[in-house]
């Protein structure tokens, strides 16, 4: 019998075939992290589930975040307890289940003269953050003084360093988390499908009862039966709510986050730090592979939600706050070579900045039935499942006698995990290198290769062997693009570029190599006319262009 975390395939057509012809558990609407997590909990309880999606998966909030399944350090200040201890127990969870995609990474805290983090409180906060997030062994913090400081991290600024605090995070690919989440659901007897918005609500005697779905690939439109509809949409879940006349009390307030990608050499920190900015606010800077980048902003957003930009005004903010706290790095705008602006979906709070807005998840039911999350952490993503789907089960009990198992997602590896630990990630990678460097690949390329697929790596390996050519890199894309297709729901270039490699965010140059090879491939594979394949090259053209080139407004 095949395991949770084996090959699960995402076939969209057999998908549409059973969403517009069976009956289901429970609809969830949004294919982010949070609705991913609940079709997990759900189908892994026994309830048939189905998951529609407007756009791709993971295309809004939940492939723009700061890609770190990290505790919240901030939320100590606000005296958010609550918060820190559940985010940051479930790190250690969320690394066990895909510990290849779920990277520890050591977070370095400067302390400096007149910042927002004085040494005795930080030590104090830091061993808080022990206890509330139950970290244990070699990822305990540590205080390091000045001279120490230094020598992790040499680009800190000498003149006003007064030591650091040590602490251990983790990294993700967000949009990569969220589709083995999907994927793994489909282990369950989910059912999934990007590209399919809902229009409106069906309602039985009051209640709603099913959705009226228009497909964006097939240009058809259809309703799914379902028994409960959880509203699951990030940033869109008010138009929801709206939609089926219940947005009455509490709303979301959208904040926007910006981040800002550099080559390595530009930004060469040793290791992840958090890091003062002058108006009080804190930041990141990250090494990831070839680059660096840095985030995020937080400001109040009230414009079109499906085309969030990073401004000028953006860019020259963070990069400012860079060479503030790295006096040797002289970063400017040019040095740019991506970025992405994404959405909170937080609860309004009265009088409140962006900044300051609770990070809390809430669930509102409507006297309709539908259940609706806003709010809320990537970290925290499971927790808000587990949540969502109680209050299901005991509505199944309640209306129809029927008792649900307890939730055990903390024990389910996601597609891709065959790993007992990350060490066995590291030989593993250090195995895949082995088997490429011969064809000219470096050790980069086997840590992109696993890092994002984990062991579903040896299926890309299959399809990459079986390809011909003379351009070893190119035959390796293709391969991924094949295996995308065929177990991923990738429908347009733009899923494979963003959100199914990351390439647009960590590797751009290689989508400039590669569009011309990919639209070919897109072009044979779903038979596609010259002018849809125009459409792909302009969209991608445009990508690449807004989330790069700032050297003019707009």
């Known amino acids: 019998m095949k395991q949770p975390h084996e090959f699960s395939t995402l076939e969209r057509s057999k998908m549409v075939a059973k969403l517009s012809g069976e009956h289901f558990d429970l609809l969830v609407i949004g294919g982010g992290i949070t609705g991913a997590g609940i079709a997990l909990d759900a189908a892994s309880r026994g309830l048939k589930v189905a998951l529609l999606e407007k756009n791709d998966f993971a295309s809004g909030t939940s492939s723009k975040s700061t890609k770190l399944i990290h505790g919240g350090l901030r939320y100590l200040k606000q005296f958010d307890f609550w918060l820190v201890k559940e985010v940051g127990s479930e790190r250690a969870i969320v690394h066990h289940l895909a510990p290849h995609l779920v990277l520890p990474e050591k977070m370095l805290l400067p302390l400096i003269e007149h910042g927002s983090y004085g040494k005795w409180l930080t030590s104090i906060g830091l061993k808080v953050y022990d206890i509330l997030a139950q970290v244990s062994g070699e990822d305990k913090r540590k205080m390091l003084e000045k001279k120490e400081a230094l020598k992790l991290e040499p680009l ?202 609770s990070r809390k998840d809430e669930i509102f039911t409507s006297e309709t039935g539908l259940i609706s999350i806003a709010g809320g952490k990537l970290t925290g993503y499971r927790k808000m499942a587990e949540r969502v789907v109680n209050l299901v089960a005991k509505k199944m009990e309640e209306d129809h006698h029927r008792t649900l198992k307890e939730c055990t997602t903390e024990k389910i590896p996601l597609c891709g995990n065959d790993f007992k630990s990350y060490k066995q990630v590291k030989k593993y990678i250090s195995k895949v290198y082995k088997r490429i460097e011969a064809d000219g690949f470096s050790k980069y390329d086997a840590w992109y290769l696993v890092t994002n697929y984990g062991k579903q790596t040896e299926n890309i390996l299959e399809i990459y062997a079986q390809e011909n050519g003379d351009d070893q890199q190119l035959r390796m894309v293709l391969a991924e693009l094949k295996f995308g297709v065929q177990h991923e729901m990738v429908h347009t270039p733009m899923d494979f570029f963003i959100r199914r490699t990351g390439r647009l965010y960590f590797d751009i140059e290689s989508v400039k190599e590669f569009i011309e090879p990919v639209l070919a491939e897109f072009k044979i594979i779903f038979k596609l006319g010259d002018e849809v394949v125009e459409a792909y090259r302009a969209q991608l053209l445009a990508d690449i262009k807004e989330h790069s080139d700032f050297s003019v407004e707009g």
């Open 156 to 357: 800190l600024p000498k003149k006003i360093l007064k030591g650091a605090g040590y602490y251990a995070e983790y990294r993700t690919d967000d949009a990569r988390l969220t589709l083995e989440n999907i994927k793994t659901s489909l282990f369950y007897g989910a059912t999934a499908v990007n590209y399919t918005e809902v229009t409106n609500f069906v309602y039985e005697e009051d209640k709603v009862t099913g959705l009226h779905v228009k497909d964006h690939i097939l240009n058809t439109e259809f309703t799914v039966k379902g028994s409960y509809v959880v509203n699951a949409a990030g940033p869109w879940v008010d138009e929801l709510r709206g939609l089926n006349n219940s947005k009455k009390g509490k709303h979301l307030q959208l904040t926007k986050g910006v981040h800002l990608v550099f080559p390595y050499e530009k930004l060469p920190v040793q290791q992840s730090v958090y890091f003062d900015i002058p108006d009080g606010r804190m930041m990141f800077a990250i090494p990831r592979g070839k680059i660096t980048y840095i985030g995020t902003t937080d400001t109040k957003y009230d414009e079109d939600k499906d085309h969030v930009k990073t401004e000028i005004a953006d860019a020259i903010y963070l990069i400012s706050a860079v060479n503030n706290m790295f006096p040797t790095i002289n970063l400017e705008l040019e040095d740019v070579i991506s970025s992405w602006a994404g959405l909170r979906p937080l609860i309004y709070e009265e009088g409140k900045s962006a900044s300051e807005l």
